[in-house]
């Protein structure tokens, strides 16, 4: 088959653990590039177990998965970086490191993905920058940017290796109504440009405002809002 028009997420059967836990299982769907998909479910129904097992910091024990090219029964530990630099991740809480400005948060991710050239280094820093509105917040240290301009930054390193898919977790969750709307769009941007987005929220505003396929977290499995129509908040059959 021809990889470029090979689906960036394919799933069939995949159960999700968490230790001996089954959280998810007979998981079957596939991301196209480019698609917007939302993942939806209760507290602890395994939208962030089912992430993480498709950027591999789960392990896959059932079923077959292929993640930006990447078969992940197969993945190594080794070769857990290079699946990593096809795909971006953007975690509930930011994870930036507080000690650094924001552009040598972003030098750390670039460095320890590879690039040594340091003009180079310079020239992606501020072209993500640029994408995410920040440009002029580089040499800023992470405690002078507001909540949601953390997010952009946070946004802006996951972007910095061009990935086929961003993986976000939640993003707007901490962020009041407004500058999630402002990150929202910013994803819909991103995706605009042809990075496919997997984006497991709580925010059913944003996914009436912005209606998109849905992945609903459910009992154990996953309801495709492509296969069968539902209802977002009771899950419902329509
Ligand atoms: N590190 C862990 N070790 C053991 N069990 C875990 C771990 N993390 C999550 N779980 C369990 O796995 C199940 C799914 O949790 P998960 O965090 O994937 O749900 P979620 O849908 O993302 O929830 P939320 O919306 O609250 O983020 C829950 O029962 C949870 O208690």
């Not at 078969?71 to 699946?83: D, G």
């Not at 930036?96 to 924001?102: A, G, K, S, Y």
Request: net charge positive; aromatic share 8%.
């Amino acid at each position: 088959m021809n990889f470029s028009s090979s689906p960036v997420v394919s799933l069939r059967d995949v159960a999700v653990y968490q230790d001996v836990n089954t959280i998810l299982s007979n998981v079957n769907f596939d991301i196209e590039k480019g698609e917007f998909v939302y993942l939806v479910g209760r507290t602890g129904s395994g939208k962030s177990s089912l992430l993480k097992t498709l950027y591999a910091d789960l392990p896959l024990y059932t079923g077959v998965a292929a993640v930006a090219g990447f078969t992940l029964a197969k993945l190594s530990r080794k070769q857990v970086p290079f699946l990593r630099r096809k795909i971006g991740i953007i975690f509930q809480d930011f994870q930036l490191l507080f000690d650094r400005t924001v552009a040598e948060n972003l030098a750390f991710v670039l460095k320890a993905t590879g690039w040594r050239n340091t003009s180079k280094r310079k020239q992606r820093i501020s072209e993500v920058l640029m994408r995410v509105g920040l440009d002029a917040s580089a040499n800023k240290m992470p405690h002078q940017l507001s909540g949601g301009e953390q997010q952009r930054v946070v946004v802006a390193r996951a972007l910095l290796n061009e990935p086929l898919i961003l993986f976000a977790d939640e993003p707007t969750g901490n962020l009041d109504p407004a500058v999630a709307d402002d990150i929202m769009s910013l994803f819909l941007e991103i995706n605009n440009s042809g990075t496919a987005v997997l984006m497991a929220t709580h925010n059913y505003e944003i996914i009436n405002r912005y209606p998109k396929r849905v992945l609903k977290c459910e009992n154990g499995r996953v309801i495709d809002s492509k296969e069968e129509a539902f209802d977002l908040v009771s899950g419902y059959r329509l």
